[in-house]
C-alpha cells in the first residue's frame, strides 16, 4: 500500500507544488552559503558604480544588447550638464558670461530644449561642441561646487566626438561614468575563488545596491538582516558642495550623519564595517586645484596626522587622512545603551562592551584595477573574519 502511494503519478499542481518546494530549498541554501553585503551611503556615493564594478571583474560584464540601453543614459547625461553648465552661467556671483555671440545663440538653443530633451539632432551636437570650447563655460564648469553638476560632465563633454556618432556602443568606462537614479533595491551576485579546501573553491558572494536619496533610505531596513558586511560609501569630494535634496546641507555632513546613524543602528550591531573613501580622483583634483576643506570643516586647521601616516605637509594627503580620521572617530565614540531584539518580543538593554572592528579604503569606483585591488582585500578579510567566526581558520 505505503509502495502504491509513493509511485503513483503527481497531479499538476501537486507536481508544481514540489518543484516550488525544490526551488525554495535550493535558494535557501544560496542563501545561507552566500556572505551577503550591503552597499549604503547617500545619493551618488558611489554605490550603484561598484555594483557595476562586480559584473565587469566578476560576471560576464555587458552584453551588447545591455551596452544599446546605456546609449539614451549616456546622451541624456550630456546634455544634463550641458544643461546644467549654461542654465547656472549667468547666475553665478560674481556673474559670467559666454565669450562671444555664436555662444550665446549655442546656450539659448540649449535652454529651449530644456532639461528633459530624449532627441538629440546633429546641429545640437554642433551647438554642445561650441559651448564646451567656450571659456566663460569653462570658467562655469570651474565653480561647478557652487549648484548641481554631474561628477561625469566633463567626462561625457570630453568624448562628445564619439557620443554624438549614429553606430555610438558605450564602453565600459562610459557605463561606469553614467549616472542614473537607483529607486529598486538591486541585488549582483557573484563568486570569488577561495582555497580549495572550502566550498569547493569558490565563495558566493550576494551584494546589495539601494538608492541613497534621503526619500530612498526607509527602503534599506528590507535588506538589513542576515547582512554579512556593510560597505559604506562616502564621496570624499562631496566636502564642497551641497545636497541635491537640500541645498542648505553639505553633502559630506550628510554622509558623516547618516553613517553615524548607520553604525550605531541596532539592525547592524553583528554587521561587519568597510568605508569606501570614494572619489579619491576628484577629491585630488580640487585641492591640486587650491580648494581647501578647512573652510567647511574648520577643525582641518589643527589637524595633526597620526605617527603611522607619517609627517606629510602634501594638502590632498593630508585632507584625506583627515576624511579618515573624521569617520575613525565616530567608530570611537562610547555608546551607552544597545537595545537589541533577539527574538521576537524579546528585547536585551545592556551596555556595549564589544569591540567592532572598522576597514576603511580610498577608492575610486570608476577605475576597474583599483576595485580590483580593493576587493582584493575585502573578500579575502570577509572570508577570514566569516571563518573565524565558525571556528575554521588558514584561509588562503
Ligand atoms: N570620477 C569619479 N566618478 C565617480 C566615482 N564614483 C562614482 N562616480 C560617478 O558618480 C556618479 C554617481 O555614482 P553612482 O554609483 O550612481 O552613485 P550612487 O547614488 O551611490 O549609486 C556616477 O556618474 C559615477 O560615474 C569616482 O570614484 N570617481
Ligand atoms: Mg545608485
Request: glycine share 6%; charged share 30%; aromatic share 12%.
Amino acid at each position: 500500500m505505503v509502495l502504491f502511494k509513493c509511485m503513483r503519478t503527481l497531479s499538476p499542481e501537486e507536481k508544481l507544488s514540489k518543484e516550488l518546494d525544490q526551488d525554495i530549498k535550493q535558494w535557501q541554501r544560496n542563501y545561507d552559503n552566500s556572505i551577503k553585503l550591503l552597499l549604503l551611503g547617500t545619493g551618488d556615493a558611489g554605490k550603484t558604480t561598484i555594483i557595476k564594478q562586480m559584473r565587469i571583474l566578476h560576471v560576464q560584464g555587458y552584453s551588447d544588447k545591455e551596452r544599446q540601453d546605456y546609449i539614451d543614459i549616456v546622451r541624456g547625461n550630456l546634455h544634463d550638464a550641458i544643461y546644467s553648465l549654461v542654465s547656472h552661467l549667468t547666475l553665478m556671483e560674481p556673474s559670467l558670461d559666454f565669450q562671444d555671440d555664436d555662444s550665446e545663440i549655442s546656450g539659448n538653443y540649449i535652454l529651449a530644449m530644456g532639461p528633459h530633451a530624449t532627441i538629440f539632432s546633429e546641429e545640437y551636437y554642433d551647438h554642445v561642441q561650441r559651448l564646451w570650447e567656450d571659456l566663460g563655460i569653462r570658467e562655469c564648469y570651474r565653480r561647478s561646487n557652487e549648484f548641481q553638476l554631474i561628477d561625469s560632465a566633463k567626462y561625457f563633454l570630453d568624448r562628445i566626438y564619439e557620443i554624438r556618432k549614429e553606430n555610438y556602443v558605450p564602453i565600459d568606462q562610459d557605463i561606469l561614468h553614467s549616472k542614473q537614479t537607483t529607486i529598486e533595491i538591486q541585488k549582483v551576485e557573484f563568486s570569488v575563488n577561495v582555497s580549495k579546501n572550502f566550498y569547493n573553491g569558490t565563495q558566493e558572494f550576494w551584494m546589495f545596491d539601494v538608492g541613497g536619496q534621503r526619500g530612498e533610505r526607509k527602503k534599506w531596513i528590507q535588506v538589513f538582516e542576515g547582512i554579512h558586511a556593510v560597505l559604506f560609501v562616502v564621496a570624499c569630494s562631496d566636502f564642497d558642495q551641497n545636497l541635491c535634496e537640500d541645498n542648505k546641507q553639505n553633502r559630506l555632513k550628510e554622509s558623516i550623519t547618516l553613517f553615524t546613524d548607520v553604525w550605531n543602528s541596532r539592525f547592524l550591531v553583528d554587521a561587519g564595517f568597510i568605508v569606501f573613501l570614494n572619489k579619491q580622483d576628484i577629491l585630488k583634483d580640487k585641492i591640486e586645484s587650491g580648494k581647501d576643506i578647512g573652510i567647511q570643516f574648520p577643525e582641518y586647521d589643527d589637524y595633526k596626522l597620526s605617527s603611522k601616516d607619517g609627517n606629510s605637509f602634501d594638502h590632498y594627503y593630508r585632507t584625506r587622512c583627515f576624511i579618515r580620521d573624521t569617520f575613525v572617530k565616530i567608530t570611537q565614540q562610547k555608546r551607552d545603551n544597545v537595545t537589541k531584539h533577539i527574538a521576537p518580543g524579546i528585547t536585551l538593554n545592556y551596555e556595549e562592551t564589544k569591540l567592532r572592528d572598522c576597514y576603511y579604503h580610498f577608492t575610486t569606483a570608476t577605475d576597474t584595477d583599483n576595485i580590483k585591488t580593493v576587493f582584493d582585500d575585502v573578500h579575502s578579510m570577509i572570508i577570514e573574519t566569516n571563518l573565524r567566526n565558525s571556528g575554521v581558520s588558514g584561509v588562503e
